[in-house]
């Protein structure tokens, strides 16, 4: 994988693009380009301020990124001059799936929703995809004409497991829906954690 030419692909594209800081939900952005110093980005609806660290996530060429980076300056120039550019720099923690790949999951791991009626949904297999999992809860992506959609504000349960540790169901509330090119990218709240070490266990483990 070669992280600068997929965000100059990207760039040239004026790909689309989700970006998260710790704690708030997804909020919609747009690769401009590519500099030097970094990669300028728009986003919509907030305002940021050097040094905040984010999450962003973007889908090219059927494949699914995802990497982390610090705000360096606002205010940055871009064509649109209604809207403010982003400089983000010390970009690292890359992710990658395909979004027609079998998604190899380690035996006895298990994210999954439990919705009131019909069967689990599963975070973890083909064609939904776990963005990220954290103790304070966790996002996912289907693709537009996934049969379920899940509504904002809503409460769904989640249940997590893994081999030697005994599961756990956590009732989450959807906190935020972004919708795009093909997909749906939704953040869900946990709420209510009964038992906070076997969950932060479960995390542990299922993150590694």
């Given at each position: 994988?070669?992280?600068?030419?997929?965000?100059?692909?990207?760039?040239?594209?004026r790909?689309?693009?989700?970006?998260?800081?710790?704690?708030?939900?997804?909020?919609?952005?747009?690769?401009?380009?590519?500099?030097?110093?970094?990669?300028?980005?728009?986003?919509?609806?907030?305002r940021?301020?050097?040094?905040?660290?984010?999450?962003?996530?973007?889908?090219?060429?059927?494949?699914?990124?995802?990497?982390?980076?610090?705000?360096?300056?606002?205010?940055?120039?871009?064509?649109?001059?209604?809207?403010?550019?982003?400089?983000?720099g010390?970009?690292?923690?890359?992710?990658?799936?395909?979004?027609?790949?079998?998604?190899?999951?380690?035996?006895?791991?298990?994210?999954?929703?439990?919705?009131?009626?019909?069967?689990?949904?599963?975070l973890?297999?083909?064609?939904?995809?776990?963005?990220?999992?954290?103790?304070?809860?966790?996002?996912?992506?289907?693709?537009?004409?996934?049969?379920?959609?899940?509504?904002?504000?809503?409460?769904?349960?989640?249940?997590?497991?893994?081999?030697?540790?005994?599961?756990?169901?956590?009732?989450?509330?959807?906190?935020?829906?972004?919708?795009?090119?093909?997909?749906?990218?939704?953040g869900?709240?946990?709420?209510?954690?009964e038992?906070?070490?076997?969950?932060?266990?479960?995390?542990?483990?299922?993150?590694?």
């Amino acid at each position: 994988m070669d992280p600068r030419r997929i965000l100059e692909e990207a760039a040239q594209n004026r790909q689309a693009c989700e970006i998260q800081v710790r704690g708030e939900g997804w909020i919609r952005g747009q690769v401009v380009r590519v500099e030097r110093g970094g990669l300028v980005i728009t986003a919509q609806d907030r305002r940021f301020v050097g040094g905040e660290d984010l999450r962003v996530w973007l889908a090219l060429d059927a494949k699914y990124y995802t990497f982390h980076a610090s705000v360096i300056r606002s205010g940055v120039p871009v064509p649109e001059r209604s809207q403010d550019g982003l400089l983000l720099g010390f970009i690292d923690n890359w992710t990658i799936s395909e979004t027609d790949s079998q998604t190899h999951t380690p035996d006895g791991h298990v994210v999954e929703l439990v919705p009131a009626n019909g069967p689990a949904i599963s975070l973890l297999k083909d064609p939904v995809r776990l963005v990220e999992l954290a103790i304070d809860g966790l996002s996912f992506s289907v693709p537009d004409d996934f049969k379920l959609i899940f509504v904002e504000s809503g409460s769904i349960t989640v249940r997590m497991a893994v081999s030697g540790v005994a599961p756990i169901d956590i009732q989450a509330r959807v906190g935020d829906l972004s919708a795009g090119e093909g997909y749906r990218l939704y953040g869900l709240y946990f709420e209510g954690v009964e038992d906070g070490d076997r969950h932060r266990e479960l995390v542990d483990h299922l993150t590694r």
